[in-house]
Each structure stands twice: as C-alpha cells, then as structure tokens.
C-alpha cells in the first residue's frame, strides 16, 4: 500500500509564505507527475501546480509567480514553497502522485493540510 502525508499547513498573514511537504512511502516502484491540488470551501478541487519526474513543471495561472513546485526524488518527497500569499489562497491542500508499485499504477492522494490566509 502506498500512502502520501503532507505537513506544513497553517495560518499566515497576506503576503507571507510557507512551504508544504508531502512524502510518499509504502511499495514505490516509481512514482510519475506530483502535483498539488486545493480545494476551498464551497468550490471544486483546482490544480494548483504539477511536476514531472524529470522535473517539468505547470502551474495554475493564479499562483504563477508566487508559488514553486519541487520535489526529490530519492525521497519521494514533493514540496510547494508558496510566497506572497492572499486571501484566496485559503483552502484544504492536497497533494497527488501518480505511484507505480510491484503491483499496479494509481494516483494516489494525501489527507489535506489547511492553510488558511488571514490577517
């Protein structure tokens, strides 16, 4: 079984920073595109950024600029530093991979760290 678990979540002022961390463990065989995903209250699950294992990256217009997705691989650990946070960054974050066991490929989901933006 493959499990992904995210920390760094918290409450912060506008146009403050933190960095999220999520890492992956379990029968990882290989794991493909992370990405992070948010969700707030009220709305749909948005794409928030997405990383290949080589190391390209796509983010969502509304973040570009001010967050980075990274990740290490010899950790399967994927990290989103966000900067010059805003209100409407508030929301359940969740990070994503796509994981190849000795079994089979799935994506895979994290339990949701709150970062909340607020003065």
């Known amino acids: 079984q493959v499990q992904l678990v995210e920390s760094g979540g918290g409450l912060v002022q506008p146009g403050g920073s933190l960095r999220l961390s999520c890492a992956a463990s379990g029968s990882i065989f290989a794991i493909n595109n992370m990405g992070w995903y948010r969700q707030a209250p009220g709305k749909q699950r948005e794409l928030v950024a997405i990383?290949?294992?080589?190391?390209?990256?796509n983010y969502a217009d509304s973040v570009k600029g001010r967050f980075t997705i990274s990740r290490d691989n010899a950790k399967n650990t994927v990290y989103l530093q966000m900067s010059s946070l805003k209100f409407e960054d508030t929301a359940v974050y969740y990070c994503?991979?796509?994981?190849?066991?000795?079994?089979?490929?799935?994506?895979?989901w994290g339990q949701g760290t709150q970062v909340t933006v607020s003065s």
């Open positions: 990383i290949s294992s080589g190391g390209s990256t």
């Open positions: 994503n991979a796509y994981v190849i066991s000795d079994r089979d490929a799935n994506t895979y």
